[in-house]
T-cell receptor, first 112, second 115 residues
């Protein structure tokens, strides 16, 4: 079983819609959870971090964490074509530090 | 503020050779991590250095090694290259407390092709 699972997509949404990206993880001891965005041919960039159950909002992005269900999600409101990218879910294992386990990523395509 | 700088950006090697990749972290960042990205395996953790000490290591063979210098710059080395080592090697730095934060800033990567 993969430690971090994501639907590979592509997830296609129209401009202005809400994009919903999901991620599940296997290690109940995971402490920290992240969403990174990677444009084609570029390196990943951090867009959201979440450490406790509930929602965390930052602009058009909302991260949701449910540790009981081992589930993390990212909502992108008012999706724009510039949001088209691969979104990588990442978690830290109980030993912490900066060892991140990444999911395979979900490719998002926002069409005008 | 300058970002994470990786050199070289592209390189081609043949099987059996060795390669050294370099990473300069963001000024003030003491943690440097290395990741391998391939289409089949995605992003995989190689190792992390903090204050010149390796404090975490991924599941890669001993051919993969690294080090960090007193100025936080880091190098990774791959010896006896295999075709499967062809990948994008990403360095990431973090303004990390001793426990780490997971909030990484990635460089543009070094793309290695092994022929």
């Amino acid at each position: 079983q993969k430690e971090v699972e994501q639907n590979s997509g592509p997830l296609s949404v129209p401009e202005g819609a809400i994009a919903s990206l999901n991620c599940t993880y296997s290690d109940r001891g995971s402490q920290s959870f992240f969403w990174y965005r990677q444009y084609s041919g570029k390196s990943p960039e951090l867009i959201m971090s979440i450490y406790s159950n509930g929602d965390k909002e930052d602009g058009r992005f909302t991260a949701q964490l449910n540790k009981a269900s081992q589930y993390v999600s990212l909502l992108i409101r008012d999706s724009q074509p510039s949001d088209s990218a691969t979104y990588l879910c990442a978690v830290t294992l109980p030993e912490g530090y900066n060892k991140l386990i990444f999911g395979a990523g979900t490719r998002l395509a926002v069409h005008p | 503020k300058a970002g994470v700088t990786q050199t070289p950006r592209y390189l081609i090697k043949t099987r059996g050779q060795q390669v050294t990749l370099s990473c300069s972290p963001i000024s003030g960042h003491r943690s440097v991590s290395w990741y391998q990205q391939t289409p089949g395996q995605g992003l995989q953790f190689l190792f992390e250095y903090f204050s010149e000490t390796q404090r975490n290591k991924g599941n890669f063979p001993g051919r993969f090694s690294g080090r960090q210098f007193s100025n936080s710059r880091s190098e990774m080395n791959v010896s006896t290259l295999e075709l499967g080592d062809s990948a994008l090697y990403l360095c990431a730095s973090s303004l990390s407390r001793s426990s780490g934060s997971g909030e990484l800033f990635f460089g543009e990567g070094s793309r290695l092709t092994v022929l």
